[in-house]
């Protein structure tokens, strides 16, 4: 993937160069187009490239850490393992002796490879701003919140979800939309939802003629919803199918079009997309949008915390 090799391409490029510029390039990126799974050619993991920036770049220590926050929440895991090919040393600093302190990453993860460095800083105090930005990087890990996990999927898999979502004689669930019906597998929906299930479940009208009424959705928003769609939508589309995701308590759905609304955002749309992700999709959410916009506008404000 393209900006899968851009991330890892800016934070080698973050390792020594001064911070506005890479970090602006950096933040222009699109998190949902990213493999947050991914190693590079030597073997590191994201967030371990993001210890090595914080370690060898002291100019940006703040922006790295807000960096490895939101990279957490986009996927990337404080636990996942550098391969045995990530055998560089990265040689830092030297000991009050000249004697190198080495550490090789191989087999480490995130968390690991903090803590080894932080073992080699522990026995001399000429390296305590290194101790503290390695302590800053542990909180980070420590108060990130995850979002659902993004992995890569053999495409031959997708297509065989899509037959089965298309397959519409196999459809036994009716959705009248504002402006018609749509069709579904009930026990998909189900599976997803609490909320549809306890109607599908109840006495009423939806339960014994399964069908539910969302007079208020058009149709392709409730294709949207389902996740089944091939057209591409507009922010407008986006957002209604969000308010529906939220309404009926899919949180994986919810996290999809959020993200799918991150790489929408304009300086035309950034008002109604940022109402719309406080409210249906919370907090962090709208943190993003805060963030991506910024990004767009070349403004950097601080995070506060919601």
Known sequence: MAQTELLFA????????????????????????????????????????CVIVLLRNSSCEQEMLNMIEH??????SI??????????????????DGDELLVKPSGLSAISYVQAWAREFDVDTRFSDESKRLAKALNCFAGAET?????PVYEGIIELWEKFLTAESAHDLTIEAADGLVTAHAQMLKEASAVVTAMLASPMKEGQLQRIQVKDVAKREVILYTCSTHNEPDYKTALQALDLAHRWQVDVVVMVLANLLQGMITDENFSEIAEH?????????GLVAVVLFNCASGVILQRNDC
């Open 10 to 49: 800016l934070l080698t490029t973050g390792e020594c160069c001064e911070a506005n510029d890479w970090i602006k390039a950096l933040k222009r990126l699109h998190p949902e187009r990213i493999d947050w799974s991914s190693r590079n050619d030597d073997g590191l993991t994201i967030l371990v490239q």
């Open 71 to 76: 990279f957490i929440s986009y996927g990337a």
């Open 79 to 96: 636990t996942q393992k550098c391969t045995a090919e990530a055998s560089a040393t990265f040689v830092f600093y030297k000991d009050s």
């Open 147 to 151: 979002q659902h996990v993004r992995v």
């Open 277 to 285: 992700a406080v409210l249906k999709a919370g907090c962090r959410m």
